[in-house]
């Protein structure tokens, strides 16, 4: 069965830190894989996506990165953090195929606090 | 372009309650897929249910149940006998037909507060 991973859980960074968030797939191959942010008490707001390696398309315009070195890990960077950077960062997998219309799977999610 | 609304930003229900949770949406194409995701205190979101545009038969699972209304261009889940375990924040989401990716659209959720 495919299970999708997310570290850190949590994380506390001082502002103008960089910032390192891995999401890892497992038991399955070619997945679109997307990065997304939850603001406090707020929605989901679609950060980067990836229909495969190298491949990352960014939704807006912003003080984060996205890369994807490996089939199945998406990796969330930031040189410099800023304080609206905080909140929930969730990683999503859609299986390979009818990516276009079938479901995305969610990973556990990174809480990130910056001071 | 594509919206979805949730107009209830909380809900309190005492448990054995029913309740019943809005969603709308808004879309230009004839295909489309529209989704509920629940997510706990614990931070995952939790996929519930996906349905595309052609197919409005409503949908029980369990206690869970959702009606599908194009004419009305809504979405909308019930919970019937609800429990504590249900306490959490309800997305509503759409997606249209795309080549090679899909996006959703999530509407900003509703949480709902099951007391014993």
């Known amino acids: 069965s495919q299970t999708i991973h997310q570290w850190p859980a949590t994380l506390v960074q001082p502002v103008g830190s960089p910032l390192s968030l891995e999401c890892t797939v497992e038991?399955?191959?070619?997945?679109?894989l997307y990065w997304y942010r939850q603001a406090a008490g707020r929605g989901l707001q679609l950060l980067f996506y990836?229909?495969?390696?190298?491949?990352i398309s960014s939704e807006v315009p912003q003080n984060l990165s996205a890369s994807r070195p490996q089939d199945r890990q998406f990796i969330l960077s930031s040189k410099k953090l800023l304080l609206s950077d905080s909140g929930f960062y969730l990683c999503a997998w859609v299986p390979p195929g009818l990516a276009s219309i079938d479901t995305q799977y969610f990973g556990p999610g990174t809480r990130l606090t910056v001071l | 372009a594509q919206k979805v609304t949730q107009a209830q930003t909380e809900i309190s229900v005492v448990e054995k309650e029913d309740v019943t949770l809005d969603c709308v949406y808004e879309?230009?194409?004839?295909?489309?897929?529209l989704f509920w995701y629940k997510q706990p205190p614990s931070g995952e979101l939790v996929f519930l249910i996906r349905r595309n545009s052609f197919d409005e038969q409503n949908e029980i699972s369990g206690r869970y149940s959702w009606n599908f209304q194009k004419s009305t261009s809504s979405f909308n889940f019930t919970i019937t006998a609800s429990q504590v375990v249900d306490s959490a924040v309800y997305f509503c989401a759409l997606s249209e037909e795309n080549t090679g990716f899909q996006k959703l659209v999530f509407g900003t959720g509703t949480r709902l507060l099951v007391s014993p």
């Open positions: 879309t230009r194409d004839t295909t489309y897929y």
């Open positions: 038991g399955t191959s070619n997945p679109n």
């Open positions: 990836s229909v495969g390696i190298g491949q």
